[in-house]
């Protein structure tokens, strides 16, 4: 069992960066590939970006390739988006997601395909 804690969410300009963090509890955080998600109002869910347990896979949305980094620090069980060049068609709720990794390149890109998500921070870029 995994719980996850999604922080860093806010209010920022066009132009702006912000770092979420998934904070995952257990102590087999590093048995999992994680990714978030995003959902914006009227919109069905989207992949963002997802990392394999060792961070030997990672993929990005098209959307966000080059501006979004995913990054993962097992010690702290912890997961992080890095966002910069922020968008207003980035603004979304933003959701991290868990799944056992029987494999190191695992990171899939479809959520239903994840057992395990947060309860979602608020993203909101004005122009």
């Known amino acids: 069992q995994v719980q996850l804690v999604e922080s860093g969410g806010g209010l920022v300009q066009a132009g702006d960066f912000l770092r979420l963090s998934c904070a995952a509890s257990?102590?087999?955080?590093?048995?999992?590939?994680m990714g978030w998600f995003r959902q914006a109002p009227g919109k069905e869910r989207e992949f963002v970006a997802a990392i394999s347990w060792n961070g030997g896979s990672i993929y990005y949305a098209d959307s966000v390739k080059g501006r979004f980094t995913i990054a993962r620090v097992n010690a702290k069980n912890t997961v992080y988006l890095q966002m910069s060049s922020l968008k207003p068609e980035d603004t979304a709720v933003y959701y991290c997601a868990a799944d056992y990794a029987a494999s190191s390149w695992y990171a899939p890109k479809k959520g239903d395909e994840y057992h395990y998500w947060g309860q979602g921070t608020q993203v909101t870029v004005s122009s």
């Open positions: 257990g102590r087999t955080f590093s048995s999992y590939a």
